[in-house]
């Protein structure tokens, strides 16, 4: 089975863009969660899709959104971008929501100039 | 381990010794636990989970201790390779993920 890809795996961008992330879940996985890694602050939770669904959502601003398609897959956008939102974006699939197993891929390195 | 920013607790350990990771939660609520292992340019991979109802699990070469008394989860490697040189993360859950800030592990040869 096929794991958690991430596309772009790299990507730069400069003040004031936006950027979309994209995610596609392991086959049979329904839900899709976000997470944002920095130095500063670990692994941060940004939101879980599921069916669809935004089942839960961290703590960060609004400029952070996302989506999921029927198909399970996942995007996350930022618009506005900031210096501080330069990290690694990971995603995350698990067959159900809630307490599961969370499978990671291997992320999105995001660099804003 | 608790770590600021970039300064995370490093263990260093010889090939076959014996390893525990610590950790400490803070959502006495939490009902599930896992430990992840994150190597350098990857994803976390998941190593071992726990529920709440359970004191102690293993698997092949670890173990993980639950005590909700105090909330501290350990990870213990039995038999330490370098290729389990990476950062060590716990995580604990109600309904989302929370992450420790990880523990790195070397392992010398």
């Known amino acids: 089975k096929a794991g958690v890809t991430q596309t772009p795996r790299y990507l730069i961008k400069t003040r004031g863009q936006q950027v979309t992330l994209s995610c596609s879940p392991i086959s049979g996985h329904r839900s899709v969660s976000w997470y944002q890694q920095t130095p500063g602050q670990g692994l941060q939770f940004l939101f879980e899709y599921f069916s669809e669904t935004q089942r839960n959502k961290g703590n960060f601003p609004g400029r952070f959104s996302g989506r999921q398609f029927s198909n399970s897959r996942s995007e996350m956008n930022v618009s506005t971008l900031e210096l501080g939102d330069s990290a690694l974006y990971l995603c995350?699939?698990?067959?159900?929501?809630?307490?599961?197993?969370?499978?990671f891929g291997p992320g999105t390195r995001l660099t804003v100039l | 381990g608790e770590s600021v920013g970039l300064h995370l607790p490093t263990l260093s350990v010889q090939e076959g010794d014996n390893s525990i990771i610590n950790c400490a939660y803070s959502?006495?609520?939490?009902?599930?636990f896992i430990w992840y292992k994150q190597e350098s340019g990857k994803g976390p991979q998941f190593i071992i989970d726990?529920?709440?109802?359970?004191d102690k699990r293993q698997g092949q070469r670890v173990t993980v201790l639950l005590n909700k008394t105090v909330k501290h989860l350990s990870l213990q490697i039995a038999a330490t390779q370098p290729g389990d040189s990476a950062v060590y993360f716990c995580?604990?859950?109600?309904?989302?993920?929370?992450f420790g800030k990880g523990t790195m592990l070397l392992v010398s040869p």
């Open positions: 995350a699939s698990s067959t159900w929501t809630g307490a599961n197993e969370q499978f």
């Open positions: 995580a604990e859950t109600h309904s989302t993920l929370t």
């Open positions: 959502n006495s609520a939490s009902d599930y």
């Open positions: 726990i529920r709440s109802n359970m």
